[in-house]
């Protein structure tokens, strides 16, 4: 079995010509592949470019595979296993 890691597209406005107040935000489509989501950000960017006003940059990654959720679960659950072990 093949496993399928969808890609997130992220843009980063730079706020003002100063690079002041950066916003990170994820745009709210996955993608099959980093190509495609490279595409749709070279669009949206050119597209932020004249409505923005500092520089926006484009990301792609890949949603975490299931053993970082799986760590991240384990840590959660011994969390709070050790809150139930402490109360009187």
Do not use: N, W
């Not at 950066?22 to 745009?27: D, K, M």
């Not at 070279?42 to 409505?51: K, M, P, S």
């Not at 923005?52 to 384990?74: K, S």
């Amino acid at each position: 079995m093949e496993l399928f890691y969808p890609i997130m597209l992220f843009l980063l406005h730079a706020g003002d010509a100063e690079g002041a107040r950066p916003a990170l935000t994820r745009h709210p489509v996955l993608f099959e592949t980093v190509e495609a989501c490279e595409v749709a950000g070279e669009r949206i960017v050119a597209q932020a470019g004249g409505d923005a006003p500092g520089p926006v940059h484009a990301y792609c990654t890949a949603i975490p595979g299931p053993e970082e959720f799986e760590t991240l679960f384990e840590a959660m659950k011994a969390r709070r296993d050790s809150a139930r072990v402490d109360k009187p």
